[in-house]
């Protein structure tokens, strides 16, 4: 070791001894606009830190086991004190809940369990007063089968109705086939006697898809936009909509082209002509954020859906990052980098991205990408959302996994109240699949382990109800909850709260760029986030081991501690050209 390498690590040392003695050593700066004054294209939806709310499992008000928006209005407070800047609600419109709420009958009223259209108002008021923006779902690609518009269209051949939707007359025979995501037998066309014909749904039977040819739908769409836009939303999550444009000459597609449904789904041939509509109808009167769910197959596609000069959406929320199998420890970090670096490559001069690694379609982020054991649930909760939170992109950060909630693993199909869960088991059992291995499958899985209530005390029900929840509730509740946690100034809780500060006063955080090292460690996911003379390294040990990080010359010069998920004086250790770092360690270096 050189001299002056010797004395840097000492100073590196000390500096993080002082500073882990000072509350996990953070140092947030207080909020600094100046620091921001050289950024080019600035945008609140870049610069928020976005908390999305599964609103049936959030907080019920009334006692019948349903989280309601009056339950969101009592929690006002605690969501201010997270630091966060915008709110992505899940659909709360009027809906017979066959996918909870994905399948909307009114796209202009509110779902009588969640409340009205005076506690919406409420609320908005409510998060505005706090500086929390709204951002609602927009489910368009496909409505309820109980919207109006499906009744006239299913009524008769001839109804005005009839071709806001997909049909295809019986008499010529059975339609191409389409793969269905929800269907119990996976099929997209369905028979219906009324009229003698097949309508499509590219999920379940409740939820038709619209025909986007149509330009009356189009138009209805941009109203009912406008109609919440008016109200002052602040923008729009649009649901599966890179599934709207559906090549009508209906091709026959290659046998299991399903395994890539994206592919061939998630492309259509007007979906850009739609969005750029869209966009000069609705977006562009507003200063709003719009994502895409699901953007392609590819970071070119995701480009196509937010290169600013193509006007149409603002960010692109892809799903190649959650689409890796059941856990990050069998896909390997190694190609998990390669993913987020091969976006950020296509992305570093324009477009915007979201940063996600959990919401309510996915398993808990800490059982994925974490390891939700007792030994390391805490430590890997924390070091996941420094990920989130200091990757380029806007931060998409699922409620409860700032208090490390985990996979609540269902060992019984009654137990699941999910459409997509509770259809492959009804598809298995007809065809005597395997159910024995599917449940065990389900406990990494489905998507209700994301949606079990939030926890937020030891009281009964954790708080979350006075009635009987709509969905089990984890029993961990009794350690993993709010109240425990916002007087633990080490908890899960406090470091979210402290990584958000951090972000939110760094120009690098949200707008530097983004440069990868040691790309082949298959435990250290390390990189730099530079803005001007602001520059961030974070070192993320995703293993369960120690592990040494050997420092390139080049990363010497970071000799500031800023923020550690350890909190013991021997928070980060280095040692020779190396820094060791605990299981699950992270850590923030200027
Ligand atoms: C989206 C939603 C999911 C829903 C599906 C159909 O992927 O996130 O919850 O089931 O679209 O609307």
């Known amino acids: 070791m050189t001299t002056r390498f010797s004395i840097l690590l000492a100073v590196i040392f000390l500096t993080a001894c002082n500073s882990s003695n000072k509350e996990n050593a953070v140092l947030p700066k207080n909020s600094n606009d100046s620091a921001f004054t050289n950024v080019k294209d600035r945008a609140w939806w870049k610069e928020a830190v976005v908390y999305q709310i599964y609103p049936r499992s959030f907080k019920d008000s009334d006692g019948d086991g349903v989280g309601d928006l009056k339950g969101i209005i009592s929690k006002l407070d605690y969501l201010k004190s997270l630091g966060i800047d915008a709110i992505w609600l899940n659909p709360i419109y009027t809906s017979p809940n066959d996918d909870n709420g994905y399948d909307i009958s009114d796209y202009r009223s509110i779902m009588k369990e969640f409340g009205t259209m005076e506690d919406f108002d409420a609320l908005l008021k409510g998060m505005h007063e706090r500086g929390i923006k709204l951002v609602m779902d927009l489910v368009v690609n496909h409505s309820s089968d109980e919207h109006e518009w499906f009744k006239q269209s299913r009524s008769s051949r001839t109804n005005p109705y009839r071709n806001y939707y997909h049909w295809w007359p019986a008499e010529k025979g059975k339609p191409t086939y389409r793969w269905s995501f929800f269907d119990v037998k996976s099929e997209a066309w369905r028979y219906d006697t009324l009229t003698n014909a097949y309508y499509l749904h590219y999920f379940s039977k409740k939820q038709p898809d619209l ?277 633990d100034s080490n908890s899960v809780l406090t470091y979210f709260k402290k990584i958000v500060a951090l972000r939110k006063n760094s120009p690098a955080l949200i707008y530097g760029s983004y440069k990868l090292y040691d790309e082949k460690n298959p435990n250290v996911f390390a990189y730099t986030r530079t803005f001007n003379t602001e520059k961030y390294l974070i070192l993320l040990n995703f293993s369960n081991t120690k592990t040494d990080f050997i420092l390139p010359d080049e990363l010497k010069s970071f000799t500031r501690l800023v923020l550690t998920n350890y909190t013991t004086v021997t928070a980060i250790n280095f040692t020779g050209n190396s820094i060791q770092l605990q299981p699950w360690q992270s850590v923030i270096l200027k």
Not at 329 to 343: C, E, H, P, T
Not at 413 to 419: Q, R
């Open 211 to 487: 025909n986007w040819e149509n330009p009356k739908v189009r138009q209805e769409v941009y109203d009912i936009m406008k109609f919440w836009l008016n109200k002052g939303i602040d923008g729009f999550r649009m649901d599966a909509f890179q599934f709207a444009s559906k090549d009508t000459s209906w091709p026959v597609l290659p046998k299991g082209y399903e395994k890539n449904v994206i592919k061939y789904y998630g492309d259509g041939p007007h979906l850009h002509d739609y969005l750029q509509e869209m966009n000069r109808e609705v977006y562009s009167k507003y200063n709003v954020m719009s994502v895409a769910e699901g953007a392609g197959s590819s970071p070119e596609d995701a480009m196509k859906f937010v290169d600013p000069d193509r006007k149409e959406l603002n960010i692109a929320y892809h799903f190649e990052s959650v689409d890796i199998g059941k856990t990050l420890n069998d896909y390997g970090l190694v190609n998990y980098k390669k993913i987020f670096s091969r976006y950020d490559s296509v992305f570093k001069d324009k477009g915007w991205l979201a940063i996600f690694m959990a919401n309510h379609d996915q398993p808990r982020m800490v059982s994925k990408f974490g390891n939700d054991d007792s030994a390391n649930r805490e430590a890997s909760s924390k070091l996941l959302s420094t990920f989130v939170l200091t990757m380029r992109g806007t931060p998409f950060y699922f409620n409860g996994d700032e208090l490390g909630m985990s996979n609540i693993r269902f060992n019984n199909i009654e137990d699941y109240n999910d459409v997509a869960t509770r259809n492959q088991y009804e598809n298995l059992k007809n065809t005597s699949g395997d159910l024995k291995s599917f449940l065990e499958d389900k406990k990494q899985t489905s998507r209700d382990n994301g949606r079990t209530p939030f926890q937020w005390n030891t009281e009964i029900n954790a708080g979350f109800t006075l009635g009987k929840p709509w969905l089990k509730i984890n029993p961990n509740y009794t350690t993993v909850n709010v109240a425990v946690q916002e007087k």
